[in-house]
């Protein structure tokens, strides 16, 4: 069995039935990762090239997130947006000089982003949980197969 291949079909299924909150998580992942291997890239002689991609892909997904914002949700999507027009910016500007220090702080910003979603999706996976527990205390497994 090729792991590689079983990995990736694995973590296509974690896509597909993941929440939304869960995809947003993910998403900041992404960005970190890529942004985190652009570092990597930056140190090495000839790394300029994967540098450039990796911080295109991390702003692929910074696009991705600010394009999915609701505004209907109130003033924290105009804040994010904000942030997240602020955090391109800051990644053009280190791919064109291909410094380490903006890419460091997007990784930071993305950092804390990342707990408050996750704190998001730790919380509604308690309420979900306790919402679908019996009034007896039990736990109830629904299995459809």
Known sequence: MDTN???GRYKKIDIVTASQDKLIVMLYDGAIL???NAIKSIDKKHGTEDAHNNIVK??????????????DAGDIA???SSIYIYMNKRLSEANISKE???IIEIIDHL??????WASV?????????TNNKPKDG??????VG
């Open 100 to 102: 380490k220090k903006p």
């Open 111 to 116: 950092k804390e982003l990342r707990v408050a």
């Open 121 to 129: 999706v730790s919380k509604n996976s308690a309420t979900n949980t």
């Open 78 to 80: 105009h804040r994010l």
């Open 58 to 71: 991390a702003q692929d997904i910074i696009y991705e997130l600010s394009s999915s914002l609701n505004f």
């Open 138 to 143: 039990t736990s109830k497994l629904d299995v």
């Open 5 to 7: 291949n079983a990995m």
């Open 34 to 36: 890529y942004l985190e």
